[in-house]
């Protein structure tokens, strides 16, 4: 932006109007009239600094907010949003989507929890069964195993707050049956 507030001032010192110059620089002869009041008011061609909106949650509230969703990653945005605007004025609510976005920013992705059924006794013997079978196999015959990365599919749960690098190393294998 700043080379287009150069070019807007060297155009309009060569005599160009306003509306030639937003025609060259693709924009609104406003924009142009604007930036040049800006150019001479301050002196520089940089943006003022402290325009736009001001953002509602401060770097402390972001790092508090990380701290919750961190601590209890089942919590979903709705949970953090009433433990944060518990203490704030109706004026400064926080939105769901504004806490997503921080969270986001933080390096924290919202996710689908996997939801894994607990294992009945008849299953946890079916699972036993297998490395009892096995269990005096020599190296050379578990060498002719075939493993692989495959993973669980599991059922989809409620959502939860994951850097991405949770859970089992993908280069991890298991037995995979046959």
Same mark, same amino acid.
């Given at each position: 932006m700043n @080379?287009?507030?150069?070019?807007? $001032? #060297?155009?309009?010192?060569?005599g160009w109007s306003f509306r030639q110059i937003g025609q060259d620089i693709k924009c609104s002869h406003s924009v142009v009239k604007y930036a040049l009041e800006s150019v001479a008011g301050t002196g520089?061609?940089?943006?003022?600094?402290?325009?736009?909106?001001?953002?509602k949650l401060t770097d402390a509230d972001v790092r508090h907010l990380k701290?919750?969703?961190?601590?209890?990653?089942?919590?979903?945005?709705?949970?953090?949003?009433?433990?944060?605007?518990? @203490?704030?004025?109706?004026?400064? $609510? #926080?939105?769901?989507m504004t806490i997503s976005r921080r969270l986001n920013e933080q390096g924290l992705k919202g996710r689908v929890a996997a939801k894994k059924q607990l294992l009945r006794p008849t299953n946890i013997q079916?699972?036993?069964?297998?490395?009892?079978?096995r269990k005096h196999w020599t190296v050379d015959v578990w060498n002719k195993v075939l493993w692989?990365?495959?993973?669980?599919?599991?059922?989809?749960?409620?959502?939860?707050?994951?850097?991405?690098?949770?859970?089992l190393d993908k280069s991890e294998s298991r037995l995979e049956s046959y």
């Open positions: @080379s287009d507030r150069v070019r807007i $001032k #060297v155009l309009h010192d060569a520089t061609y940089r943006m003022r600094q402290g325009r736009g909106r001001k953002q701290i919750l969703s961190t601590s209890d990653r089942r919590k979903t945005t709705a949970d953090l949003q009433v433990e944060l605007n518990a @203490s704030r004025a109706e004026s400064e $609510k #926080v939105s769901r079916k699972r036993l069964r297998l490395p009892r079978e692989t990365d495959e993973s669980e599919v599991f059922d989809q749960g409620e959502g939860i707050w994951s850097t991405g690098t949770d859970g």
